[in-house]
């Protein structure tokens, strides 16, 4: 009884040990395939050319284009584009490509003020303004916040109605904290958002 049954075990343990063997040699592309699908998905969002503002500028550098680098060399462009509003790409070094544009605030109304962008880790903080008679000196209708970390396929966004706009961003070392500024004070956390101070 008892040599039988160190016969079973010999046995299962020898055909487990040679299954083993047989998939992991008997398919060495499908590990391969695997690894290279799931490198080309993490790459291929970034398939694009840098764009621009199709706002009108003359006189030196658009106000109008924003960019940042990012601690692990990636950058983060924002701008503004008529009839849809604020426009993100990021770009990743070792792709030596953007991503795909994405609309990080849509809004019909025109642009006003310049764009700021600062970054500290992987988070980035931006400043934008919209406004139907920002021209004529009237001050933003929409006033924006926003912020993104990470992978910036996600970005919070925080619209302040009627107001001057924020003159500046400070973003903590760690990248946890952002703290939009004008007067009063507009804070976002990484753990919960937005939030006033």
């Not at 109605?161 to 924020?166: I, M, R, S």
């Amino acid at each position: 009884m008892r040599k039988s049954v160190i016969r079973v075990l010999t046995w299962a343990s020898a055909s487990v040990w040679v299954m083993t063997a047989v998939v992991a040699c008997g398919h060495p592309g499908a590990a391969a395939k695997a690894a290279s699908q799931s490198a080309s998905r993490d790459s291929s969002q970034y398939t694009s050319e840098l764009q621009k503002s199709d706002l009108a500028w003359s006189g030196g550098p658009s106000p109008y284009n924003a960019e940042v680098k990012l601690d692990d060399g990636r950058r983060v462009a924002m701008y503004y584009r008529r009839g849809q509003g604020l426009v993100e790409q990021h770009y990743d070094p070792r792709a030596k490509a953007w991503t795909k544009a994405m609309v990080v605030h849509h809004t019909q109304a025109d642009a006003c003020q310049g764009i700021e962008l600062r970054a500290n880790g992987k988070t980035v903080a931006a400043i934008a303004n919209f406004g139907p008679y920002c021209y004529d000196g009237e001050p933003p209708a929409e006033s924006i916040a926003a912020v993104g970390t990470g992978d910036l396929t996600q970005w919070d966004v925080n619209v302040t109605k009627d107001f001057d706009g924020w003159e500046r961003a400070s973003v903590s070392k760690d990248g946890s904290e952002v703290i939009f500024r004008r007067d009063s004070a507009l804070r976002w956390r990484r753990a919960g958002g937005f939030g006033d101070q």
